[in-house]
């Protein structure tokens, strides 16, 4: 996946310390209830003089020092974040993987409420900028589960641990100094700026450059507010970033092949899958987040919030020869024997893996974690 408006995954969760400061700054000392260690503030002093750098060069281009020190109050390095930058869903899972997450039933059931509940805004924006507004929702269920996790991680934490860290330095040293000027101008506070570890922010988690280019005051309060608890600014934003890369008003994103969608050019993205055709709006969602997957996921869900039923066509099995339906099973039956794998959707994570152990521990097996044909027939 190439970086472009959000670089980063599914998604999804996503800093400086005063330069000579060696200890958790006082603001930070009760981090956000159930934030992970890893994303709490770590001394570094090779970041605190990267920070100190860094200030000198945001001065140069603009930034006043009264928003440079609010911004920069009460942060510090995440190396969470860094870790997380390395292990993104669309990455690491398959397709069949990938869609049974993003279009899961509960995201569905979801969705549907939350288009009903917000039509009258949903069909303005649909009119205005000529996005479907079934897509609008599933970009808006697909970044932060319509609202539900938008985020809590601060921005200006995310952004200068990854410019810091340099892998890809040049893109978050961006992403920093945009955060800053939408400080400046006055669209949210530092406090409020908070967003996914990569810096992804609000319902439809915009990194701050595409915030810059592309958010919308929907609600005529003079700020683009896109963490609000009112969805409005957010959704609009989404829609007119559609809207500007491309995005032909009436036209599908494509469907899987034979399902009776527009056709376009076909792609396959897993071996042995469904086959899907695409269309130009198809490569516009991409440009939210380049990735086949992605794009795929947020058309499946909007069909499926409009009511439409599953895709039709089915995934081979996987590396230890398991369909989906297999690793349902395995899920459902060591559940029932007392290792709860805490859902049963076929995706094999660390919650199955976990239980996997615990079981085959408790019956003498070699403890290996991983889901096969024999464990599935021993649970029989």
Not at 136 to 155: K, N, Q
Request: hydrophobic content about 35%; aromatic content about 8%; glycine content about 12%.
């Amino acid at each position: 996946m190439q970086i472009n408006r959000r670089l980063f995954g599914l998604g999804l969760l996503s800093l400086g310390l005063a330069a000579c400061s060696r200890r958790l700054p006082a603001s930070m000392s009760s981090p956000p209830p159930g934030l992970p260690d890893d994303l709490r503030p770590v001394p570094n002093s090779d970041y605190d003089a990267w920070v100190a750098s860094f200030r000198e060069r945001a001065a140069s281009q603009g930034i006043s020092q009264s928003t440079l020190s609010a911004a920069f109050q009460g942060t510090g390095y995440l190396p969470g974040v860094v870790t997380r930058d390395r292990n993104q869903t669309e990455f690491s899972r398959t397709l069949e993987d990938y869609l049974s997450i993003a279009a899961s039933d509960e995201r569905v059931e979801k969705g549907r409420a939350a288009f009903a509940r917000h039509r009258r805004t949903l069909s303005t924006l649909e009119d205005r900028y000529g996005v479907d507004a079934k897509i609008i929702t599933a970009i808006w269920g697909l970044e932060s589960f319509y609202g539900e996790r938008r985020g809590d991680v601060p921005v200006i934490s995310a952004t200068s641990t990854l410019a810091f860290d340099g892998r890809r330095g040049q893109f978050f040293e961006q992403q920093l100094m945009a955060a800053l000027r939408i400080l400046q101008n006055g669209d949210i506070t530092a406090s409020r700026m908070t967003g996914s570890w990569a810096g992804a922010m609000g319902h439809t988690q915009f990194i701050p450059t595409s915030y810059l280019q592309f958010a919308v005051d929907f609600t005529g309060d003079g700020r683009r507010d896109i963490w609000s608890d009112d969805p409005s600014d957010a959704l609009a934003s989404a829609a007119a970033y559609l809207q500007r890369n491309g995005w032909t008003r009436g036209l599908g994103w494509g469907g899987e092949v034979g399902s009776g969608g527009p056709s376009g050019t076909v792609i396959q993205p897993q071996a042995g899958g469904p086959r899907f055709n695409t269309t130009s709006n198809f490569r516009v969602i991409k440009r939210y987040n380049n990735s086949d997957a992605y794009a795929i996921g947020v058309g499946h869900l909007a069909d499926r919030i409009g009511g439409a039923g599953p895709l039709r066509g089915s995934f081979p099995p996987d590396e230890n020869g398991l369909t989906k339906a297999d690793r349902i099973t395995l899920q459902q039956r060591l559940t029932a024997r007392g290792f709860d794998t805490q859902g049963a959707d076929g995706v094999i994570g660390r919650n199955t893996e976990t239980a996997i152990r615990a079981y085959q521990t408790n019956r003498g097996l070699p403890v290996t974690g991983t889901p096969s044909q024999e464990l599935l027939q021993s649970l029989r």
